[in-house]
């Protein structure tokens, strides 16, 4: 494996799914909020309980004051006991509690489908990094190889030395070794290495830019799961949850106390509490609500953008800032071979077939 692929792979794992709240999670936290209750009995209660406060305002005021209020516009409602309004206050609880529970019914669904979609996108862009990083060492082997290509048209002139080192790299490149001294075996090597060298060059220049695209897409995709599961996730859902429970566990020790205790029962710190719970979801609720429509608004905004043509850039420039490689500045190549080399100078092609030709005493 190479540098520039381990590195590469070892960032592609940092975004691990682990990292995202479990659906199973959040189905947990809305089943354990969305109980349901036969509030009928307290509907029942609550009208029994008006029925006693209206009794009781008739018997402290009497008629002749009632009639005395009503026509000099000074006749005020009827001042709710407080079993009363704790029962209003329960009715108004579950109702609250179910509006809630159905706002967020369809979180652990978006969850689900977002953790199958960023495992997707992780598998997506690891292998995009591994074809993108072998491209990465195949260009740089190009490059080298097209130095050897170009020192093949000026075997004549090397040392002894360089010209061993030659054959060593061509008998690499093609697999076979084959004697450069000869003008004609040497015209055809180099006709062929370097078709094959500019072949591999423009292949990898062709298909570089459709995989950094791709790349780039996957993983502005996971950024945008991954700042759902933060924003609406981690700090809005699991937040409200943790408000509705609370809530659920009020309402419970008020309909407890109701039943237990009466109509003398004295609930006013319960419902004082439970007033603010409904206060905090509904407009958790509500700000949830006016997000989603914004959302869509700025949907449909976002698709009459269109996208900013890309600036030129070197090519392994690119590579390396899609594979997060720092970039390193790349000075000009010394021919290994020659001290002023022509690396792809043209000589006149000499017809001939190619055939392996053997080394052997002349």
């Known amino acids: 494996m190479s540098d520039y692929e381990a590195m590469a792979i070892v960032k592609a794992g940092e975004t691990g799914i682990d990292r995202l709240v479990a659906a199973q999670y959040a189905e947990g936290c809305l089943a354990r ?51 009363t309004l704790q029962l209003e206050r329960i009715l108004m609880a579950d109702k609250e509690m179910k509006a809630s529970a159905a706002v967020f019914k369809e979180i652990p669904a978006t969850i689900k489908r977002n953790s199958e979609r960023y495992d997707m996108l992780v598998s997506q862009e690891q292998a995009l990094v591994a074809k993108i990083s072998g491209d990465r060492a195949d260009y740089g082997a190009a490059e080298k190889d097209r130095e050897v290509i170009g020192s093949i048209l000026d075997y004549g002139t090397l040392s002894e030395a ?12 093609m697999g076979v070794g084959i004697e450069l ?15 094959e060298n500019k072949s591999l060059m423009e292949r990898i220049k062709i298909n570089f830019p459709f995989d950094e695209r791709e790349l780039e897409s996957a993983r502005r995709q996971m950024q945008v799961i991954e ?103 790349y000075g000009a190549s010394v021919m290994p071979y020659s001290e002023s080399p022509a690396p792809f100078a043209e000589e006149p092609v000499i017809e001939a077939d190619f055939t392996e030709v053997k080394q052997s005493a002349r």
């Open 33 to 83: 909020v969305s109980a349901a209750y036969d509030i009928s009995p307290y509907v029942t209660q609550l009208g029994t309980s008006q029925e006693d406060d209206k009794a009781a305002y008739r018997k402290r005021t009497g008629l002749a004051k009632r009639i005395l209020l009503k026509c000099i516009g000074k006749a005020k409602p009827i001042k709710p006991s407080e079993r």
């Open 162 to 173: 360089d010209r061993k080192r030659v054959d060593e790299d061509v008998m690499g490149m």
């Open 227 to 329: 700042q759902y599961d933060r924003e609406k996730v981690r700090e809005g859902f699991i937040p409200a949850m943790d408000k509705l429970h609370e809530l659920m566990c009020e309402l419970n020790e008020a309909m407890n106390k109701a039943d237990v205790e009466g109509p003398g029962a004295d609930l006013e710190g319960i419902s004082q509490r439970c007033g603010q719970h409904i206060a905090e979801l509904k407009a958790m609720r509500e700000q949830k609500e006016a997000e989603a429509e914004l959302e869509k608004e700025v949907a449909k905004d976002m698709k009459k953008l269109e996208p900013a043509p890309r600036a030129e850039e070197d090519i392994k420039a690119r590579m390396d800032k899609a594979l997060g490689i720092d970039f390193v500045q």
């Open 181 to 195: 001294s000869d003008a004609e075996t040497r015209q055809r090597a180099y006709k062929r290495l370097s078709a």
